[in-house]
C-alpha cells in the first residue's frame, strides 16, 4: 500500500454561505440535520436549508460530538473537509487516497476517521494538529465506522470481505475480526442495548444482527433490495435502514427481528438517521433528490423536502451516533 499522503490546506476568511432558498418547515427539525448533495458538491442543512458549497462529491459526513465540526469525504478525488457548523468554512482539507467512504469522529471529538477503500485501511486525523497521524491496514474494501461506548473500539464493515475489522483505539491497531455469515458485502452499521448488538447491513438486502460478547450471529434479516445506510433509534425500539435499489425504507423489531413496516419514500433511499429522541427520522431519497421525514410514532411520511441537487446520499445528526 502506498504511504498515505497527509496535506491540510487551511482556508480563512470565507464568507458564510448565504441560503439560496426558503426554510423548509421546522417543527420536525428539533436540530440541524446535515445531508451530503452529492451531484451539487454540497451538504445541505435543514430545517435553514443552508447550504456548504465546495465539497466536490460530497459523499459520507459527520457531526463532532460538540455540534460545532462537520467532517465531509469527497467520492471522487479522496479529500476530507473539515468544516465550520456555525459558519460552513472549511476549516481543513487532508487527502487520504483516491475515494473516500465513510467519515466519522470518535466520541471524545479528539480524532476523525476517514474510510481509504482502494487502500484497504482507516486514516487517523488528529482535530487539533490538524493532520493525520495514523493510517490502519484494516482489510478489502472497508466502508465505514462505529464505536463501541466510550470509544475503546472501532468496528469498520469490510465491503470486500464477509466481517468487520475491530481497531484498538488505544493502540490504534486493528486487532481482529469479527465474520458476519450469510449476508454479502458488509456495508454500514449501528448498534444497540448499549453497544452488546451490532447491526450489519450488507450491499445485496440484508441486515445481520451479531451479538458481540460471544461473537455470534442472531439473525439475518431480508431488507429492501440494494446497500443503504443503517440506524438504531435512540431507546433501541426500532432499526431502520434504507434500499437504494428499492423505494422503502424497513422498520425491524430488534426483539423479533421482524419487519414491523416497509415505509414506501419513493426510488432509492440510501441514508438514514433520528433525530436525538427518536420522534423523527430523516431518509433522503436519491432517485427523486428528497429529504424524507418520517414520523417514528405512527411510522408515516410527513414531509417530503427537495435538495438543493442531485443525489442526496447521507445525512448527519448531532447527539446521535
Do not use: C
Request: no cysteine; aromatic share 6%.
Amino acid at each position: 500500500m502506498k504511504p498515505l499522503l497527509a496535506s491540510v490546506i487551511l482556508l480563512a476568511g470565507l464568507a458564510a454561505p448565504a441560503a439560496a432558498r426558503a426554510a423548509a418547515p421546522a417543527a420536525e427539525f428539533p436540530g440541524p440535520v446535515y445531508v451530503t448533495v452529492q451531484g451539487a458538491n454540497a451538504v445541505e442543512v435543514f430545517p435553514s436549508k443552508r447550504v456548504f458549497r465546495g465539497l466536490t462529491t460530497a459523499h459520507y459526513d459527520g457531526v463532532s460530538p460538540n455540534g460545532r465540526m462537520l467532517i465531509v469525504g469527497s467520492f471522487t478525488t479522496g479529500k476530507v473537509f473539515l468544516l465550520s457548523t456555525k459558519t460552513g468554512r472549511k476549516l481543513a482539507t487532508f487527502d487520504v487516497g483516491k475515494s473516500v467512504q465513510g467519515v466519522v469522529f470518535t466520541p471524545d471529538g479528539r480524532l476523525a476517521m476517514a474510510v481509504d477503500p482502494n487502500g484497504g485501511a482507516v486514516a487517523v486525523i488528529d482535530i487539533k494538529k490538524l493532520k493525520v497521524i495514523k493510517t490502519i491496514p484494516v482489510g478489502p474494501v472497508p466502508h465505514n465506522i462505529g464505536f463501541s461506548p466510550h470509544g475503546r473500539l472501532a468496528y469498520v464493515t469490510l465491503q470486500g470481505g464477509t466481517g468487520v475489522a475491530v481497531i484498538d483505539m488505544k493502540q490504534l491497531k486493528k486487532v481482529k475480526e469479527i465474520p458476519v455469515p450469510g449476508i454479502v458485502g458488509p456495508h454500514n452499521l449501528d448498534f444497540s442495548d448499549g453497544g452488546r448488538i451490532m447491526w450489519v447491513r450488507d450491499i445485496v438486502g440484508h441486515v445481520a444482527a451479531i451479538d458481540l460478547r460471544t461473537e455470534k450471529e442472531l439473525a439475518v434479516v431480508p431488507v429492501g433490495h440494494g446497500h443503504a445506510g443503517i440506524d438504531v433509534i435512540p431507546g433501541g425500539k426500532y432499526v431502520l435502514t434504507g434500499a437504494i435499489a428499492d423505494k422503502v425504507v424497513d422498520v425491524i423489531d430488534p426483539r423479533t427481528f421482524k419487519i414491523v413496516k416497509s415505509i414506501v419514500v419513493g426510488k432509492g433511499p440510501h441514508g438514514v438517521r433520528t433525530s436525538p429522541h427518536g420522534h423523527w427520522a430523516y431518509a433522503d431519497v436519491t432517485g427523486s433528490n428528497d429529504l424524507v421525514v418520517i414520523d417514528m410514532r405512527t411510522l408515516k411520511v410527513v414531509q417530503k423536502i427537495p435538495t438543493a441537487g442531485s443525489n442526496p446520499f447521507w445525512v448527519a445528526v448531532p447527539d446521535h451516533t
